[in-house]
């Protein structure tokens, strides 16, 4: 047990220590012929788990969704799937976060299902990782899988994007870690009994073994965040989906796998 911990501070010891010394020189970003997506990284039997939709959890969602989507969420109001079929929701997914006029602010894809139901189905906004949110987004978001992620290239979003790459190389909280010094900088190198991934979203909503449960990307953000002793974005926040943003354009033109499995 205290080779195990000590082999945790070391590797953590050196990570600070990379990242004490890259102050100030932003890390080199991925050459897209380098990009990984999390998926490669994994144990086999991880992988197959998340190949196989009979025996992926994050597919009780997806049907779960399946379900909201074709069902009016209030008396006297349409579904979901009386507006739009499914069909033309191929690729959605892949496709957000995106901008919203009516607002003139960047949405992701859990904002852009509650303002459909606050704006169109005379409903109320369900919560951020609510099981019924997730669900809808988890079904949206496995009918464009397989499909490369491709955010807008919308002017609109430019101060967003500009907004999101600045926090993902700016050190936070009190361990002084960035995004990048760990994602970009450190990735493929060991964290104890982890390996660092490239940090991309193609997998979210996804389900996590150490959450028994699905999450957002969200979550995971808030994950990291709280791990390098910073203050978590507040959910549907303009940070969090200028992150989130940033994200997917720096992961394009990786393919959506959600739902994803990771350990």
């Avoid at 799937?81 to 607002?103: K, Q």
């Amino acid at each position: 047990m205290r080779a195990s911990v000590s082999r945790v501070l070391g590797a953590l010891a050196g990570l600070l220590l990379g990242a004490a010394a890259a102050q100030g020189t932003p890390p080199p970003a991925i050459p897209p012929e380098a990009h990984r997506s999390g998926f490669d990284q994994m144990a086999p039997e991880t992988r197959a788990m998340q190949a196989d939709d009979s025996a992926n959890p994050g597919m009780l969602w997806v049907r779960d969704g399946a379900d909201l989507f074709a069902r009016a969420p209030s008396p006297g109001s349409l579904p979901c799937a009386g507006c739009h079929a499914e069909s033309a929701m191929r690729g959605v997914a892949a496709r957000y976060p995106a901008f919203d006029e009516a607002t003139g602010r960047p949405v992701d894809l859990e904002g852009r299902i509650d303002l459909c139901r606050t704006r169109h189905q005379g409903a109320t906004a369900l919560p951020r990782e609510g099981h019924d949110l997730l669900a809808l987004t988890a079904y949206l978001a496995n009918l464009s899988r397989g499909l490369p992620l491709s955010p807008p290239d919308d002017p609109r979003l430019a101060p967003a994007r500009a907004e999101g790459r600045r926090l993902f190389a700016t050190p936070m909280g009190q361990l002084g870690f960035s995004c990048a010094a760990c994602h970009d900088r450190q990735w493929g190198r060991r964290l104890g009994a982890a390996t660092i991934p490239q940090g991309h979203p193609t997998g979210y909503p996804l389900y996590r073994l150490e959450w028994q449960d699905l999450g957002s990307l969200e979550r995971r953000l808030r994950n990291c965040l709280t791990g390098m002793r910073a203050e978590p974005f507040t959910p549907g926040s303009a940070e969090a989906v200028a992150l989130a943003l940033y994200l997917a354009e720096r992961a394009a033109p990786l393919p959506v796998e959600s739902p994803g499995v990771r350990p």
